[in-house]
């Protein structure tokens, strides 16, 4: 049995959904407060079941008698969340769980210091001296459904105001990855032997200025919209007077300078271990909005 753990969020049910079709079965550890309809509705998709069982990461004990059912773990929950990865690996051992995938960020690779960084590197350490089998997973920015907080927000903000705010003067790279490729990459390298113990970026296809970003969508969305450009520099101290204010701010000064830097990354070694082939932004995006349309987003 495959236990998905962090799968109510928006990476969970697409790869279940994709581990469903490759008739893996699956099961997902949820806290009794989660919302599983979205989990539920992958399942009904594809005409699978699955069994939804409870337990949390803040409390190991609550795991062990589900991790002893489990073959393999696909482990989807933020690693900037280090003492409930810590839970995780200490519930693994005693439950002599060998095999997980975890899903890490390109975070990790930017230049800038950040405390959510810092997190998931030490994760990441923890991970490697687990002793398990284990896999990282390193994406970029993920899009590709009507949960993703970057390109269907975006989208959703266009077609509403026919205006962008953007930070900085978009020269910068970027080269985020369609939903369905990540969930690809789980289950290409799941049992795939040649993947324990190593650590893959993965991306979309190329890399593309931020300014070449918004020309695509101008012309798939079929629709101009104006592109307010704030400066950098000014941006970051408006935001951080904000998140002063606000307490629990959403956009956070960190957020703003790394928008600045090249985000551009190989997945070679991806290519070469499981035959990773990622979409074009141009291709993800216009899947993107046609889901968008056919939902009525
Ligand atoms: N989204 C992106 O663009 C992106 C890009 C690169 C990497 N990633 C990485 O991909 C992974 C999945 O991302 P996502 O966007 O799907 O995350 P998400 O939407 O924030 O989902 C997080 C999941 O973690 C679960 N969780 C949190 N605390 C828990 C606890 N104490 N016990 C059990 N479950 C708990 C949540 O469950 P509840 O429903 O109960 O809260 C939810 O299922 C993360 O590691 C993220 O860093 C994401």
């Known amino acids: 049995m495959i236990l998905l753990i962090g799968s109510t969020g928006f990476m969970g049910p697409p790869v279940l959904k994709k581990l469903l079709e490759k008739d893996y079965e699956t099961s997902c550890l949820i806290r009794a407060s989660s919302n599983r309809s979205d989990l539920l509705n992958a399942a009904k998709s594809v005409g699978k079941k699955i069994l939804l069982l409870t337990g949390t990461l803040q409390s190991p004990d609550s795991m062990i008698s589900i991790l002893k059912k489990a073959d393999s773990v696909i482990y989807m ?37 950040s405390r959510v960084k810092n997190q998931k590197i030490n994760s990441e350490k923890l991970i490697k001296k687990s002793g398990m089998d284990y896999t990282i997973l390193r994406p970029t920015m993920i899009y590709g459904s009507k949960d993703d907080n970057n390109f269907s927000k975006m989208i959703g ?134 889901e968008l349309e056919v939902k009525n987003l």
């Open 77 to 113: 929950v933020d690693l900037e969340y280090t003492n409930l990865l810590e839970n995780f690996l200490d519930a693994a051992e005693r439950s002599g769980l060998k095999r997980a995938v975890f899903i890490s960020s390109t975070t990790v690779l930017i230049p800038q210091r």
């Open 157 to 290: 903000f266009i077609k509403k105001r026919g205006f962008f705010v953007t930070f900085g003067i978009g020269n910068n790279l970027i080269q985020p990855i369609y939903i369905e490729d990540v969930a690809d990459s789980v289950t290409g390298i799941l049992d795939n032997k040649k993947t324990h113990g190593k650590i893959y970026n993965i991306a979309g296809k190329n890399p593309l200025k931020y300014n070449d970003m918004l020309d695509i969508m101008r012309g798939k969305l079929k629709k101009q919209f104006k592109v307010i450009k704030l400066p950098l520099k000014f941006s970051k101290l408006l935001i951080s007077i904000y998140a002063k204010i606000s307490g629990n701010p959403s956009l956070t000064p960190e957020q703003i300078e790394r928008m600045g830097i090249d985000k551009a990354y190989t997945y070679q070694e991806a290519i070469a271990d499981f035959n990773f082939s990622p979409l074009s932004f141009e291709n993800g995006i216009e899947r993107l909005i046609k």
